[in-house]
């Protein structure tokens, strides 16, 4: 069984994590629907790119962040535990989702 201290360490680098992931995921995101491969599949991301690049940046950090700065606060309660890992797995897909559509950026170049 893990200590408590140890636990709280992993939660702090999977709430980093994505932190992290979720900015790789808002880059893509911009570079994608910039180059016209995409369109953000978010409504919500669709309505933050109304305010332009900067705006987007802006509403898609802040709410992860706030909502994982909340789920680190009750790193305590397992559902809150489960939910940053679950941010983990999905941020993850998501970016692996983007890299493996990286082709289309390549072709819409030419």
Do not use: Q
Request: net charge positive; proline share 2%.
């Amino acid at each position: 069984m893990s200590s408590p201290s140890s636990t709280a360490r992993t939660l702090t680098w999977a709430a980093g994590l994505v932190i992290v992931l979720n900015l790789v995921d808002a880059l893509w995101t911009l570079v994608f629907i910039e180059t016209g491969v995409a369109d953000a599949a978010n409504p919500l991301m669709l309505r933050a790119l109304d305010h332009g690049w900067v705006g987007f940046m802006a509403i898609k950090l802040a709410l992860v962040s706030l909502s994982v700065l909340l789920l680190w606060r009750l790193r305590h309660r397992r559902a809150a535990a489960l939910a940053l890992w679950s941010g983990v797995m999905a941020y993850t897909l998501v970016v692996a989702y983007h890299v493996s559509n990286a082709h289309h950026l390549v072709v819409a170049a030419r």
